[in-house]
């Protein structure tokens, strides 16, 4: 099947954050935006045909998750990542964050830590403070070609109050899909000192094909006892605004705990319209979609990273294994934050993500979305280029 992802759609007034909102610090009066993570493609055609028919029907009253939907969950997951939860393990949550949320105030208490391994997705620090538990920055190892995770650092920073890890896998920003023995050795250390582990698998499904997502909740029985993954088709199939993720919480004690937090937040339980049919419309008929996505996504992250080795002096990079996601290196440019950004956004007109609200670790990078057609990823390069040519 031919899906036609060259094809540039014009985005500005739909209300969208990545196009109609500005980023803070940006005075350019057309900036190019490869910030916020949604992609500049439209949906899978089968995905817009199901949303269509709920659109036409023309009532949209209180809509609930059907049978088919959890089973079209299971199938992907046996499908595409090779785990087989149980759907009476899963439950439906606007956003992954939301069930990450949920998570933290049903397993931790006020004043407990959670690890975070930055540079990672800014709201995971967010999610920890505002629910007043604190974060335990395990800095991931960057050897300079890649990064990976510090595990004797791990070790020794976890006291008696830690009581949870968020594991980004596939991890944003850094593009890194863990390998197994990667995750077996978190796992290990999971176990030995008894931490509930909330798995953010959002990113699962945009993975490379020298690289394979390993579900962590797969790796055994004891560490699917204590982990909740979240999962969603907003990434792969580019529908975040209709709000539909899931949580899964194989051990059953877990998951009457999130539903009890889930049924106090008043309003929770009820799932949006929209989002049910899309959910199960992309996991049913998405798949061939998607795999044409990634190996276009594929000749992206190969634009950018030859494009940057040839023709922007002072950045690097390297080829992320998965996500639609780049991390980009101006470090030998030796500018601050606030100058870095302000290049990027005021004299080149191309928005990308502070690296510095990854955390530790994130300064003097920036992130760049290449979810986009060619022609907009090459119009930010060279914008890119431009702005960092002196005079
Ligand atoms: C690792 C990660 N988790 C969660 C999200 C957002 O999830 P949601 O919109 O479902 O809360 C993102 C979005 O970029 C992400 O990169």
Redesign the pocket.
Known sequence: MDFDFDHVVNRRHTNSIKWDFPIPGCRHEDPLPMWV?DMDFPAPPMVREAIQSVAQHGIYGYTGPPPSYFEAITNWCRLRYGYSPDESAILYTP????GLNIAIQTFTEPGDEIVLQPPV?P?FFASVRNNNRRIINNRLIADGRSYSMDLDHLRSAITPRTRMLVL?SPH?PVGRVWSEAELRALGEICLEHDLFVFA?E??ADLVYPEARHVTFASLSPELAARTIT?I?P??SFNI?GLKA?VIIAENPRLKAELDRAHQRIFGLYNANTFAVTALEAAYRHGAPWLDALLSYLDGNRRRVAAFVEDRLQGVSTTLPEGTFLMWLDFRALQLSQAQLCDVLYNTAGVLLNSGADFGPGGEGFMRLNIGCPQALLMEGLKRLEHGLTPG
């Open positions: 993570a956003g992954v964050i939301t997705y709201p980004c944003n953010d959002i990113h979240g969603a907003s990434k975040a993720s």
